[in-house]
């Protein structure tokens, strides 16, 4: 009973509470009156082009990418091109931006410029308005006024994509600067709330600042979460003196949720720091979209309590929904966002309620645009006797001013967020503006623009997310839509380095594989362990006196072993129903899952592979296993052919017979599971040689097999010296196909022995090859930079360039070129070079001696064909190259023809974009390319000509995924269908048919006969 | 007002007679009483089985096609293990034929011998029953109860289906023996209906025969109309004269819609001839099922008053419909008969209306177990005042005996149909049989187990259409079914030559194609006709001497210029719209359509093709322009890869850039088309080197695409000397691709030179070759020899043998070696060699002298490692080879092996199954194969391990058709997936993956996220 009593006393109050909500709701939209946000106003070229964004997503999407590009189309030529890409062909371009483009064309010079001015000056104004100052007395100028009109400020210096330790410290002068001259002009500045104290409002600093931590280091990464961290904090604290010193207030912004983890840990550092906790003036952000938030704020809060240290918190609904939920999608990770807008406030009241209720311990910034939310922060603190210094209220800059008028004259306490710095910068944040403004659940457009029923726009959360799921819309169907195929199928997730267990997990994985080296590894041929003499010790590429394994190297008498057992084995294989088949390949994919850390640790060690890198190899091979399996199951089932009744007519699939799969070391898994898995189930049996480099990682893949329980004599495990039993295991007349991944020369080599027939031979041998790639990237002169560049160190430079999608050139339209070049190589110099092991490396040592020495041939012949713009120093013991970075290659020399598979970039200068192209395709290769522009035209006339197997449109060209990006190429690149995709299996299987004439004596089954 | 006064009247008229037919059937009614036919009597094995059959469609179908095999299971364990095989796995299966085999299995021996016993005197039982007698005395005896009943009869003889000419001799024999020993026992007979005439009922002759015309003309085919008609006259005259000698009736049936034309004609020339214009005792049957019958009758009607000759026609409904319905379907024909019973049932009566008015010059025999169709007749017999002696009432033998007891009572005059012979053949004719008894319309199981309210039963067929169209059930599913593919593909309808005009269009072309004989052919580069000096005649292989074409021989340097005016077409072909591309292949197909029968007269002379290959040739070429055509649309949408927002992949394909197309001469216009229009359509590039011995008729594709406007420089002529250019096109580093189909030697040859990779080449060659084939095809102990031996002769020596699918061994089982053997002898004596344009000529000549060396030396090897068992004189002009049939073959011999490429075939005898599947696997080819069996566990284990690209089930070995049975084999037969076949285009492509970021600051358009 008594829990009945007390369940209704808190309906009594609720209901009490929600009374007075309502109330101040109506007092607020009172003050509100009629005036609209000049975003919404439909008088101006904002409010009609707001309008028509609402009405239209596509011009929507068209504008707001526009909007994105604008900066970078500094000549009247590419403003004039792009207005017209974007906009020329849409029939519901409003009248207003329309003006001009369809009738001009490319041809009508003048009315083209007109309108660019025009567009130009439109889009400005509308981030201007944002932005409270360009430079530091603009600022403080403009600040002067916000404080006159009774406003307080926090401060936030954009730009905070920073890809280079340069860019990190410039962004850290930037705040040193406009600290510099706030400490000055505070002097002059009287406290808001009147009173002499030097705070406003009798209890807060001046002089506010917030802090975006990850522009602090440009290499933060939650793998490197100590490194992260150490780094941050080494820029964040000079700044943090600075603010100390003239007496200011910090908050240390939250961004997207990857460094989540990382700020608090930083804020808890500085705020514990010896030489700042007695400074009670440090706060930090915590976003309530996070379904995590609660459990954040609880910890804070204890934190504080437990350190005794007083804490701030602004509590925000957090800006980067899309993206974290399409993060999350892509990654296979489950959405870590509410994904309604509903339950998103009524964590922010739960927020609300328990900082309030710790309001002796934490300070709240209520920052909000809702006014729901706000006059329950009122009702709330009044609720809780909260003493008016122990919260705030806090806007953005530029947006809905007539919400903040009238939160003023409610509260007195509002705080300006206000961006400042360049225009450039500013776009990235206009646009995040504009997307919360017109996103449909935007609390300001239902108020300002839909004219929603005032009850409706106060109630409360919970009674609000009842009666969507009650009408159906508690949905999100970007966090709803299955991800799996038709087939069942779904990537592997990626790892989630946030995560203190996975990080944890690695280390530990390292720890335990790292006493397991030195061991003697045998061939497994027909189900046994088979010793030779001849014995070779693969070793670890950082460390080369570090033996990973020794390993039995198979003669040819061996491989006639693994052949024969092969043939044994495939009498049964090969009729063994296909869905039998795929049960090994799930079986396997399961052990892998179970095992995905120690198989990582495996290639850290034997392969120089980066966690990332380790992982996703294994993770990819649990694709190749799954999506082959999967693939299978569709093939296994005769398709009936034709429709003519009295005859029935079946086509399916045999397998081949005998595959050998001839592996290379770079992605010494994943590779070797994926053409392993495709010739397995297609119900080939394999005679597996794993490359010499990394035979030990070729063995894990042997134990899946043998875990999932295969049969006997369908795998061979069978690592040798190419020179002893390459030729006689690629001639042999018993094979029927070849699968193989590695390099242009090895390749040709194989195909053109396979294409000898001798007469014992029963069949044609198929050679399935993936080789070479000479990849470029071009970048337009409207790429985004602060996306191509760190891209770009990535596809060049990740796991020493040691891809075969790796970029090796990248191609620069004259216009951008010096722009690039410099924020390339300021990158260059940020990344860390070491063994793969220690997550805060970016870049290992190469494969082996032999592979170091060929890349510095190729590094000395850069010198000679161009002039070397970057260079770096390398740990001495592993095989280390530079990171090496060429200008001025031209199309004809080697470096820009031949593969180097290693860190080493050409940059080629061209002047247009089809010049672009040309070189782009003019390689013997052609494997993975990438294109960084925001030209429609381009990307479009890209799609059909830039010719190779794996285009991508901004983003880097390596990491094609399973089934999302089939990966091959052609010309030198390869033979055969792209590995992970939807005609891969077919090349390990001959098609049949079978065609029954069913008509006997006139009499046709009638089951035929229905449609 | 006169009109619709006719119609008034007509309307009255009609009413008053549908009264008097009620009347009448409500007496035939009351004369059938309760009584049963037996084969519906439940108390009785028969009648429980086809309640059975009745009630579950499955059983039905396994249950007749037991019956059918039966008299092949001459021991006791292969009537158990059919039993079994047919019967154990149906769980519906009636408790009758159920007992024993569940329990007993194959273990069970006793059981199942009893239970075959027992299945085995039931089913024979259900066949005597429809049989008047096995031999002339018992037949006598019978025929003598069946008078004295007050029956008269009709004699059949059984086995109709000869497949030689001695087999026609011999049936002809038995007519002749039966009517000896009528003749004889006529002399006792009392006429029926008394009197002293010694005509039964004053008019008619006792002894009365049918003949199945066709069985008199083993090679009887419509193509051949004169032939046909000749000597089935030759044999039907002794047989008619027998008659006339004893003053008997004969009545000519008719059989399958294909030899009508041949039949009526027959009639006609019997008729009209000297010796018998003035006997008027021959009849002939009318089916009015087939749409035409009432142009059939009208026809028969005219030319019997235009010739003062009066005849007899028996009225029957056709008993092949579900035959002829699967038949035009699976040929692509219209439909040729009503779908609906009624539909017929109205034929019927239109038929009776216009004999009977005629019934001056023309005797009705009414042949119906329709009450309403009879009683129509005697009604209608009775309102035109039709004298007794012009119409009489014809009913089957052992079907529906209280129907034909209640018939004689009401009309006295009813003959029976009564089939004669052995039991085996009897069988086809129980099936048939059963399948009209148990038809969903029969009108004897509506009446006698369904029940059916008398009134409807008795409706007029225009009323019953009315209902049933109004309750939806007037359509067909068999003949509804739309045959066209998803991609809309249809095949092209086969000839059909029961139609004169076709036949006189084939005449015509070749006439018109000798006209044009001789011309100069220069090559087709860019456009353009080039000349060289170096010209070779083309011959016809009948006539060496007559020259088909003049044909200039492309050097090096012509097939450079090919190879350039490629490449450049290339740069724009590529990139034309797939659909734009496949314009070109609709238009080339129209055209052909347009000229086929001249593009068969091409093939006719210059390949020594018979019309019916030469069309299948033509039509294939169309399919072919039409399926790639059809498949490429489908492949052109670049295909969205996974489901992640955020991402946009397509994948995609382009072609691959210059293909080489080497053809062969033996489907000089068909594998050439397809070949080059899957190239063409996937957007490549084409050097066309058509054979050296059909250049006339790969010119007539070079016209083709002409005429189809393709663009300059995708298609090039180039024929020429393989010793020459061969090499050179091969090894040319701009080829992409090669397309070939020929001979494993040269097949090899060029998978081996492409194979070499030299470093100016762009990228690895891609062969598809379709080689040679050594197929076998099985007779199992149990095939059904009627169809296997035509079709061995048909697959082993049509068009010479010259096809890679030919069956050049077939393997039989011990137990039916020598009965297969002797009637494959007596089928191969029984065909005509000469030139392919006289269509009667089966079989012509090879097509040059080299191969008709080869083969001699084949044959003469033939003598040393078999025994030649049949062999036979050829023309002396042309490069003939005879038939050769060899026996005593082992797999190991070189005739088991060798693909031979001509009309020699091994017979090999092999003991079991097992053996047989063992053998035909033996070789290194795996083509085509076929099984003559009606084992379902045998037909089971072949789909399974009979491992060959083709397979086909009771039927031949050749023949395949586009999309229904792609093309291609494996081992040394192929490399490449299946021409015609859904994974053809895929091979002239590279894949493509393009993948867009569509995420820019956080922004995703919103067409993406929705499911």
Chains 1, 2 share one sequence.
């Not at 003697?520 to 027909?526: A, F, N, R, V």
């Not at 063994?576 to 088949?581: D, G, L, N, S, V």
């Amino acid at each position: 009973m008594l829990f009945i009593g007390v369940q209704e006393r808190a309906v009594m109050e609720n209901s009490r509470l929600e009374g007075r909500i309502l109330e101040r709701g109506r007092e607020f939209f009172r003050h509100i009156g009629d005036e609209k946000p000049s975003i919404f106003n439909k008088n101006w070229w904002t409010g009609k082009v707001m309008d028509a964004s609402m009405a239209n997503e596509p011009f929507k999407v068209q504008l707001f990418r526009f909007i994105d590009v604008l900066p970078y189309l500094t000549t009247e030529e590419t403003l004039g091109r792009h207005l017209e890409e974007y906009f020329a062909k849409d029939e519901n371009v409003p009248a207003v931006l329309k003006w001009g483009i369809k009738t001009t064309g490319i041809g009508g010079r003048l009315g083209m410029k007109l309108l660019g001015k025009t567009v130009r000056k439109n889009i400005e104004n509308m981030a201007l308005q944002f932005i409270v100052g360009g430079t530091v007395p603009e600022t403080v100028k403009n600040l002067k006024k916000l404080r006159e009109q009774g406003f307080a400020f926090t401060l936030d210096v954009l730009g905070e994509t920073t890809v280079s330790e340069k860019e990190a410290d410039e962004y850290v002068e930037c705040y040193l600067r406009l600290l510099e001259g706030l400490q000055e002009a505070q002097q002059d500045w009287p406290a808001l709330g009147g009173g002499d104290s030097g705070f406003d409002w009798g209890h807060a600093p001046q002089v506010n600042v917030s802090v975006k931590p990850s522009a602090l280091y440009s290499q933060a990464h939650p793998a490197d979460f100590e490194g992260s961290v150490g780094h941050i904090l080494e820029r964040l604290k000079p700044l943090c003196r600075k603010v100390v010193e003239l007496g200011g207030f910090l908050c240390i912004d939250t961004e997207m949720r990857k460094y989540k983890e990382i700020i608090f840990e930083l804020y808890r550092r500085l705020r514990s720091d010896a030489e700042f906790k007695d400074y009670p003036h440090l706060g930090l952000a915590v976003q309530v979209y996070l379904k995590e938030s609660d459990k954040d704020v609880n910890a804070l809060l204890d934190w504080s309590r437990q350190q005794r240290l007083p804490i701030s918190i602004r509590l925000v609904k957090g800006a980067y929904w899309d993206y974290e939920l399409v993060l999350a999608r892509q990654n296979g990770w489950p959405v870590p966002t509410y994904t309604i807008k509903a339950q998103t406030d009524a964590a922010f009241e739960r927020g609300v309620d328990k900082i309030l209720q710790n309001h002796d311990t934490c300070h709240l910034a209520c920052a909000s645009h809702n006014v729901r939310s706000c006059c329950y922060v009122m009702e709330k603190a009044r609720e809780l006797k909260v003493p008016d210094d122990r919260y705030e209220f806090q806007v953005l800059f530029g947006m809905a001013e007539p919400f903040r008028k009238a939160l003023l004259k409610m509260t007195n306490r509002v705080r300006l967020y206000c961006p400042q710095g360049k225009l450039l910068a500013g776009m990235a944040y206009l646009i995040r503006r504009l997307l919360e403004n017109t996103s449909n659940e935007s609390f300001l457009r239902q108020t300002f623009t839909e004219g929603r029923q005032l009850e409706r726009l106060l109630e409360s959360p919970p009674t609000n997310l009842e009666r969507l799921a009650a009408e159906g819309k508690d949905k999100s169907p970007l966090a709803e839509i299955t991800l799996a195929s038709k087939s069942g199928f779904t990537n592997e997730p990626f790892v989630d380095y946030t995560n203190v267990g996975v990080r944890q997990s690695f280390y530990e994985a390292i720890t335990e594989v790292k006493k397991q080296l030195g061991k003697t590894y045998s061939l497994h041929i027909k189900g046994k362990d088979v010793s030779t003499a001849d014995i070779i010790d693969s070793v670890n590429p950082a460390q080369p006196n570090q033996v990973i394994g020794r390993v039995c190297q198979a003669g040819r008498e061996q491989v006639q072993d693994a052949i024969t057992a092969s043939k044994e084995a495939f009498q049964t294989w090969r009729d063994t129903p296909p869905r039998q088949r795929t049960q090994y390949l799930f079986k396997a994919a399961e052990v892998a899952r179970r095992r995905k850390y120690e198989l990582c640790a495996w290639q850290v060690l034997e392969a120089g592979k980066q966690w990332n890198q380790a992982y996703n190899d294994v993770a990819e091979a649990i694709d190749f296993l799954e999506y082959y399996a999967r693939e299978m199951i569709a093939l296994a089932e005769p398709r009936k052919m034709g429709r003519v009744p009295g005859e029935d007519n079946r086509y399916f699939y045999q397998p081949k017979g005998l595959a050998a799969v001839i592996a290379p070391w770079n992605f010494p898994l994943a590779i070797s599971c994926g053409m392993c898995a495709a010739a397995i189930v297609t119900g080939n049996c394999v005679i597996y040689k794993p490359s010499h480099q990394t035979p030990v990682v070729g063995h894990t893949l042997l134990q899946l097999f043998i875990e999932a329980g295969l049969p006997v004599g369908v795998f061979n495990y069978v690592p040798g010296r190419g020179s002893v039993m390459g030729d006689f295991l690629v001639d042999h007349p018993d094979l029927a196909l070849i699968a193989f991944t590695g390099s242009m020369e090895v390749g040709l080599r194989i195909i053109e022995r396979a294409g000898r027939t001798p007469p014992n031979q029963s069949s044609v041998k198929k050679v399935i090859a993936e080789m070479g790639g000479k990849n470029a990237v071009i970048i337009d002169d409207d790429a985004d930079l602060d996306e191509a560049v760190p891209q770009i160190i990535d596809s060049a430079f990740g796991y020493q360039g040691q891809k075969c999608s790796a970029c090796s050139r990248v191609i620069v339209l004259d216009t951008i070129y010096d722009r690039f070049l410099k924020r390339l190589l300021d990158a260059a110099r940020s990344v860390k070079i070491g063994p793969a092991e220690d997550p805060s490396n970016f870049m290992g040592p190469v494969i082996d001696a032999s592979a170091r020495k060929i890349i510095y041939e190729y590094i000395k012949l850069a010198g000679r064909e161009g002039k070397i713009v970057y260079t770096c120093e390398v740990p001495e013991v592993g095989y280390y190259v530079p990171i090496t970075i060429v200008e001025g290659i031209m199309p004809q020399h080697r470096l820009a023809q031949e593969e180097i598979f290693g860190p080493v970039l050409s940059v080629m200068r061209v002047q247009d974009f089809k010049q672009a192209l040309d070189w782009a395709n003019s390689t013997r290769f052609a494997l993975t390319g990438a294109i960084f522009s925001r030209s429609p035209e381009h990307l479009q006339l890209a799609r059909q000509e830039f010719r190779v197997g794996n285009l991508y449109f901004n983003r880097g060209s390596t990491g094609a995924i399973v089934e999302r990006q089939p990966f091959g190429g052609f010309k030198m690149s390869g033979v055969g269908s792209k590995a992970g995709g939807p005609d891969y299996l077919l090349q390990f299987m001959d098609p049949r048919t079978v065609t029954e004439n069913t008509m006997r004596r006139g009499l046709v089954p009638v089951d035929e006969i229905a449609p």
